[in-house]
């Protein structure tokens, strides 16, 4: 790993490309998984819980993207993940999902229950909550099992309509707000910009349509362009050092 920081190489494009595969492979399996996130599921627990055909998961839920606090973004479909949720969203609820999802992307939102996951829209409202944590595995295995008879994989999104320009201006309106609120540091305010274009799937056109491998493209191109940037090289590095997250 220090090699890679000093060569500026974090993510090697191999493992960036197999973490997809594998994981757009459990979403197209021909039978159903279900994730158990017991109290944490961050970064690339995160895209594996989103990529899952359903969750169970207990009251305590610490769930969120944190790539953004090294200087990257998710690279394993959580953006793809976050932009299908959107154009799915009814008509009505499209623009606040948006919002809420890049907002938690850009603060590193983590839940702090279930229900908050639900609302930040992490958790969809067919995931099960148990009460009782011990019961977690077994919750889980009873509700896969409940899938399987007549189980169908989504098929592969392939002209997915994303709000282009217009929704690319609106996430940069609101990544000035929260810069001038102080809630993000201008380097934060950087990376949103390479968040918005996938989100967005374009800050020029109209209405671009993509498909789900499109927008991995995207995650993959926007991925490589910030790890050659000097700041996520100091961010990453300092993480590694102390621990701790650099607000540069």
């Known amino acids: ?35 158990a996130p017991f109290r944490h599921a961050l970064g690339g627990g995160m895209e594996l819980c989103l990529h899952c055909h359903a969750r169970v998961t207990t009251e305590e839920l610490f769930m969120g993207f944190v790539e953004l606090g090294v200087g990257l973004i998710p690279a394993g479909g959580g953006l793809k993940e976050c ?9 009505d609820d499209r623009e606040k999902v948006m919002l809420a999802l890049f907002e938690a992307l850009l603060l590193q939102t983590v839940s ?11 958790l969809q409202r067919s995931d099960l909550v148990v009460d009782d944590p011990t019961q977690l ?9 409940a899938l399987l008879p007549g189980f169908s994989p989504p098929p592969p999104a392939s002209n997915i309509r994303l709000g282009g ?55 993959n191109k926007h991925t490589r362009e910030l790890q050659m940037q000097e700041k996520t090289y100091r961010r990453i590095e300092n993480f590694v050092k102390t621990g701790r997250m650099l607000r540069n």
């Open 1 to 35: 790993m220090k090699e890679r920081i000093e060569r500026r190489k974090y993510l090697n494009d191999n493992a960036v490309n197999a973490l997809q595969r594998v994981l757009c492979k459990i979403k197209a399996s021909p039978k159903p998984f279900v994730a």
């Open 137 to 145: 595995p077994a919750a889980a295995k009873q509700h896969c099992l």
């Open 112 to 122: 702090q229950s279930a229900e908050d996951a639900r609302a930040l829209g992490f």
């Open 165 to 219: 320009e217009r929704d690319y201006l609106r996430l940069m309106s609101r990544t000035e707000t929260l810069l001038k609120a102080g809630r993000i540091s201008p380097y934060d305010a950087i990376i949103a910009e390479h968040i918005a274009c996938i989100l967005a799937g374009s800050k020029t056109e109209k209405a671009p349509f993509l498909s789900e491998t499109g927008l991995l493209i995207l995650e």
């Open 83 to 91: 932009a299908l949720r959107i154009a799915n969203a009814a008509a």
